[in-house]
């Protein structure tokens, strides 16, 4: 009698564990509204300036000093506005000694998509969920912010804006003013490149930037995974890597930077010769507006 009483005690105590187990906690990202934006922020907070709703995110510290805390991140719940809390679940995630590189959907909503890094120093990503963007954004100071991007405010750059015709008219330009050995184009066809399908992509960020979010770079890796697991989930048999980062300063630039690094003018004026250097496929700008970019 009391070996049946053993095993059963034994039984009962294996299937609470296995029950634990199968529950883990998940992981809170604390918020709150900001009613007063720091001064500073500004200029970087243009973005949210319509509705004024900037959330301070803080993140338990007690995470980190866990062992193996990279592996305690399969369900993160955050409130994106007073009215939305959503519960947070991983598809992906690349992890090093002290930081993750954590991509996810929104349960329930398998087309939203969460990219974030995260460290014992804060989090920087963003939120893609129904047609609206909320940025995610670690400071200097180590404060971290969420706040939503207004889809008017994504073309604040004027590059952006350049039609067609002058996008073509300045790539032409670009070529005749350039010495440089024009690189071999890599051409798509049905079965994917006919040339390598290791593309390399020449970054160029914006330094200003990376004073004021110091996981800029990390955030360009980020983009690259992104990037790649689309091509990946399309077929298409080709992958980007970004062979060098290169800062440049947007501080006196005349006119936008896309059409500056078209041009080869100022900053970019040794473009040509960099992307010969490099062997570069690609040439990318990471900069002001964090979620736009654009290859040429």
């Known amino acids: 009698m009391p070996l049946f009483r053993f095993i059963c005690s034994a039984f009962l105590l294996n299937c609470a564990l296995i029950s634990t187990q199968g529950t883990a906690q998940p992981l809170t990202l604390q918020s709150h509204t900001l009613k007063t934006i720091p001064a500073n922020l500004a200029e970087h907070l243009i973005a949210a300036a319509e509705k004024q709703d900037v959330r301070q995110i803080a993140i338990d510290p007690t995470l980190f000093q866990q062992k193996e805390w990279q592996q305690k991140l399969s369900r993160i719940e955050l409130q994106l506005d007073n009215d939305t809390a959503v519960t947070v679940l991983p598809k992906q995630q690349s992890a ?3 930081s993750v590189i954590w991509q996810g959907y929104i349960s329930g909503a398998p087309n939203s998509l969460v990219t974030m890094v995260i460290s014992n120093k804060g989090i920087s990503g963003s939120v893609r969920h129904k047609g609206r963007l909320w940025q995610i954004r670690r400071l200097a100071d180590g404060q971290v912010i969420m706040f939503e991007t207004s889809p008017q405010l994504l073309n604040a750059d004027d590059s952006i804006k350049l039609t067609s015709a002058q996008l073509k008219q300045q790539s032409t330009h670009a070529q005749q003013q350039s010495t440089s050995v024009l690189l071999p184009t890599v051409v798509e066809n049905a079965t994917g490149f006919t040339d390598e399908t290791r593309l390399q992509v020449m970054v160029y960020y914006d330094i200003q930037e990376l004073e004021t979010y110091p996981d800029l770079l990390e955030l360009i ?8 697991s689309a091509l990946l989930n399309s077929g298409i048999d080709a992958q980007l890597n970004a062979v060098v980062k290169l800062p440049v300063s947007r501080q006196n630039a005349s006119r936008g930077m896309l059409s500056l690094m078209l041009s080869g003018e100022e900053m970019f004026s040794n473009l040509a010769r960099d992307r010969q250097r490099y062997n570069a496929d690609f040439v990318h700008y990471f900069g002001l507006n ?3 970019w654009a290859c040429g």
């Open 221 to 228: 890796d980020l983009e690259f995974q992104q990037a790649n």
């Open 290 to 292: 964090l979620d736009q």
């Open 96 to 98: 090093k000694a002290d």
